[in-house]
C-alpha cells in the first residue's frame, strides 16, 4: 500500500516499520524521543505552542485547531484531564482502528505530551463497545509496555512529570462519540448529550477542565514536537496542514485506509488509490463524511479534500470516510440505510431527533414499499426542515444533509417511488408530524 504523496507515513508509520506496534522498534524508530525532548527542554507551554504553530486541526470531525483548544484550559483548576475520543462510530469510519491496532505507541506517546502541555495528571481512552478486541488484544499491551519502560507512572524518565493512562469501553452507542455524552457516559451516567458552554476544556469530566481530542489528532503530536511545526506544514494546505487518513469504502476497487496530504483531490483517493469503480461503472454521489455528509456529485470529484474546499463544494470533510455510490446504486435506498441507522442511534433525548428520525423512517419505509405519493417526497422535506436547528446536539443535524442533498440530487428515482395517487396508509403520517412539532 505505497502512497506516492508522501515519502514516509506519519499516522501509519506501521505500514514502513514492520512492528512498530512493539515499544522496542517504536524506540528504534524515534519512539517516545518526542517525549524525551519535552521533558527535558520544553516547558509544558512550548508542547502546546508548537501544536498551535502546525496548524494541527482535530480529526474528529469539526477540524478545530488542536493546539487552540489546548490553551482553553484553565491554569489554577485541578485535576484536569485528557480524554481520548475512540468511539469511531461514524458508517465508513475505520481509522482510529487501525492506529490503535497497529501503530498504539504513537498514539501513547501523543497522550502524555498532551497531558504534560495542559498539566493533567490523569487520561482516558474511551472507546465503542465493538473495540473490546481491539483494546483486550493490542492497546493493553501497548499501555503496559509504557508504564514497564517508564513513560507511564509516577516521575516520567526521571522527571517530575506523573501521569496514569486508563482504557474505557462504552457499551456501542454512536451518541457516545459526542464529546459531552462521552464524558457522561465515562462518568457511568447515561450516553446523553450535555449542553454547551460549559465546554469540556472549562467543565468537562467529572466538571473539570478537560482536553478532548480525537485518536488520529493526537497521533500527529510526537511527529510535530520532535520535527517542529514548519516539518509538519511540509504536507497539507495553508489552512489545513499535515495529512489524514481517508477511510474509503462503497464501490471502489481497492476500499480502505489512505494516509495523504490534505489537499488532495478526490479524484485520486478513488482512481489511484481505490482502483477506481468496480467494473469501471460511474460515480454517482460522494458521501465524504460517512452518514452525516451532504451528498455531492461526480461533477465535484476534483475538489480537494481540506476543511475549506469541501465546505465550499457544499459538504464537509468530517472525518473523512468517504463512501462512493455508483451508478448502480439506488439513491432512495443508500438515504432509507442512513437514516435507519441515525433512528436506531438516536439517544431519545429531544423530540425532533427522537421524532424526526422515526417518521424518516417511516415515510421511507412507505415509498419503498409501493404506497409513496409525491406528497410524502415532500413530507420528507417537511421533516427535515422541521429538524433542522432544532434538535439538543449535532446527532440529529447530521440526519439533515443527507436527505436533502439526496433529495436534490435525485428527485427523479424519489418520484419515480411515489406511484400512489393519494394517501393509502390511514392517518395520514402528514397530521402526526404536525402535532409533534
Ligand atoms: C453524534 C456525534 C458523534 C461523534 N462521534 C465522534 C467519534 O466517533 N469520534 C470522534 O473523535 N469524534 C466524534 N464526534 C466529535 C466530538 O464531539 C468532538 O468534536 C471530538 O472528539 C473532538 O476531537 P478533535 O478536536 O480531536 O476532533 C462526534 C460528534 C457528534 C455530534
Redesign the pocket.
Known sequence: MGNELIDKYVLFRHRDVENIHQIEVYRANDGYRALEKALKEMQPGDVTNVVKASGLR?????G?P?GV?WGFIPKDIYPKYVVV?A????PGTFKDREIMTYNPHQLIEGIILTCYAVGAETAYIYGRGEFAPVFRDHLQQAVAEAYRHGYLGRNILGSEFSMELHLHLGAGA??C???TALLSSLEGQMGQPRSRPPFPAVEGLYAKPTV????E?LTNVPPIVLHGSDWYRQYGTEKSPGTKIFSLSGRVNKPGNYELPLGTPIRYLIEECGGGIIDGKAVKGILPAGASSAIIGPDKLDTTMDYEAMAAAGTMLG?ASFIILDETVDAVWAAEKNVKFFKHESCGKCSPCREGTFWLVNVFRKLREGHGTKQDVELLETIIEQMKGNTF???GE?VVPGVRTSIDLFRDEYEALAVAEEETTPGPAKDLIHTFF
Open positions: 482535530g480529526r474528529g470531525g469539526a478545530f488542536a483548544k475520543n468511539d469511531e462510530s461514524e454512536y451518541i462519540g459526542e464529546e478532548i481530542n480525537n485518536v489528532t472525518s446536539c449535532l446527532l447530521f
